[in-house]
């Protein structure tokens, strides 16, 4: 019989308690079919975060930590410098990592720490009841924005990628999406090619990944796809921000 899908070995058989049409799954998915491709799940040690995919140490079938709102890339670094050969890699939300967690991400980029980052951009807090992330759009109506994100009152959405960029630290950041799939497959080359770099030794790596949250957008999962690619794409493009190649390095 052809076998036409595999279960990756880099995931549990867990089933995800993530909401239906949330593409948290499909980033959990890509991110251990990577390992699985590297062969590194027995050596992975990936660093948990808060917010939805708090739970992602019940799915990633390699060792894990738990770290709190934000500090997960601190975590990684301790356990990158105490163990340099294993690969390290944090999943992170956009509460998580630009909000609480800003300045962890910031140093540990500055600091060039050899880790992986997965930043899962969905533009709202989605455990905590859909309230206003950083990365929320201008406009965009949360719970705590019920009338849109006004600018001159919330300030404007912090573009990490580019942010992240002007460190010279990070060697390798790229913009992704999972909106369709064409893209998910983008997205998948991308967080593999963060992780051999980080293989090779080369610095600070994330990438980001513009995701959907259906039930605090309020919104259908398909429609959700669509509005991710109407309203995310325009002011967070995908793209390469910062490789090696580009660096010299
Ligand atoms: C130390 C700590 N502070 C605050 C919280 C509350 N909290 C949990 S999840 C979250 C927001 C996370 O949202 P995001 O990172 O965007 O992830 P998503 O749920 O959208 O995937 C907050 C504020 C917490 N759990 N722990
Ligand atoms: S609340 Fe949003 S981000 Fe969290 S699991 Fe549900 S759809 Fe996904």
Redesign the pocket.
Known sequence: MVKVWQKPESLTDKVLHYCPGCT?GIIHKITAEVMDELGIREETIGVA??????LAYNYFNCDMQQA??GRAPAVATGIKRVHPDKPVFTY??????A??GAAEIVHAAARGEKITTVF?N?A?????GGQM?PTSLEKQVTTTSPYGRDLDHAGHPIKVSEMLSTLPGAVYIERVSVHDVPHILKAKKAIKKAFEYQLEGKGFTLVEVLST?PTNWGIDPVESLDWLKDNMLPYYPLGNFRSPEKEGK
Request: charged residues 10%; contains cysteine; hydrophobic residues 35%.
């Open positions: 948290h975060p808060v917010g939805c995919s708090v709190a709102h992170q939300g956009d509460g998580d990592l909000s609480i899962v969905n709202i807090y989605g455990m905590t992330a949250c």
